[in-house]
């Protein structure tokens, strides 16, 4: 499994968008509203579900290692963040959208859109559950699971509904110009 050196700059690429798309953010009173989802559906969508992946892992690896690319900053301690679940979903989401992505023959925002909608649910199945059980057990303040959903997921499904959007539209004219020019769909 070695990757190609456009491969490597296509996954560093994608990793510092998404870096950059957590400091592109709404302050809310327990997860900020950010664009980081808008950057790991692209990289999913433009780089396949193995790169799309590896984007998100490099993400993740730098802020663990303690560089401040996460909304909060970084470091080891970041898993103990009521919002490091999002971070792993961004990861899944990545590579799920990836994967029902990468085989399709044609490129429409009616095959795309539910693609990114299923990557979209895993970021918010990942961050929901991880921020009640930090909030419940690392923290010790008695959070029920609808608390959880009422401050983890109501205050930003619209939002990301609307940037689901976004990038399944986008994707349909970038992708086929991608193929046309041969970046994308020859793996």
Same mark, same amino acid.
């Given at each position: 499994?070695?990757?190609?050196?456009?491969?490597?700059?296509?996954?560093?690429? @994608?990793?510092?968008?998404?870096?950059?798309?957590?400091?592109?953010?709404?302050?809310?009173?327990?997860?900020?509203?950010?664009?980081?989802?808008?950057? !790991?559906?692209?990289?999913?969508? @433009? $780089?396949?579900?193995?790169?799309?992946?590896?984007?998100?892992?490099?993400?993740?690896?730098?802020?663990?290692?303690?560089?401040? +690319?996460?909304?909060?900053?970084?470091?080891?301690?970041?898993?103990?963040?009521?919002? @490091?679940?999002?971070?792993?979903?961004?990861? %899944? !989401?990545?590579?799920?959208?990836?994967?029902?992505?990468?085989?399709?023959?044609?490129?429409?925002?009616?095959?795309?859109?539910?693609?990114?909608?299923?990557?979209?649910?895993?970021?918010? $199945?990942?961050? +929901?559950?991880?921020?009640?059980?930090?909030?419940?057990?690392?923290?010790?303040?008695?959070?029920?699971?609808?608390?959880?959903?009422?401050?983890?997921?109501?205050?930003?499904?619209? =939002?990301?509904?609307?940037? =689901?959007?976004?990038?399944?539209?986008?994707?349909?004219?970038?992708?086929?110009? %991608?193929?046309?020019?041969?970046?994308?769909?020859?793996?």
């Amino acid at each position: 499994m070695k990757l190609q050196t456009r491969d490597m700059i296509l996954v560093a690429l @994608f990793a510092a968008l998404t870096a950059i798309g957590a400091f592109l953010k709404i302050p809310t009173p327990v997860v900020p509203f950010t664009l980081q989802f808008l950057f !790991c559906a692209f990289a999913g969508i @433009f $780089l396949g579900s193995r790169l799309g992946l590896y984007s998100q892992l490099l993400y993740i690896g730098i802020g663990l290692a303690g560089v401040p +690319v996460f909304t909060k900053g970084g470091g080891l301690t970041y898993v103990l963040e009521p919002t @490091f679940g999002y971070l792993i979903g961004f990861t %899944l !989401c990545a590579w799920l959208i990836g994967k029902l992505t990468e085989n399709l023959k044609t490129v429409k925002f009616g095959n795309l859109f539910p693609r990114v909608l299923a990557g979209l649910a895993v970021v918010y $199945l990942f961050g +929901v559950t991880h921020l009640y059980l930090i909030i419940n057990l690392y923290m010790g303040k008695p959070m029920p699971i609808s608390g959880a959903i009422a401050a983890g997921f109501t205050p930003y499904i619209l =939002s990301d509904l609307i940037l =689901s959007g976004v990038v399944a539209f986008t994707a349909t004219m970038v992708v086929p110009a %991608l193929r046309r020019a041969g970046y994308v769909g020859l793996r």
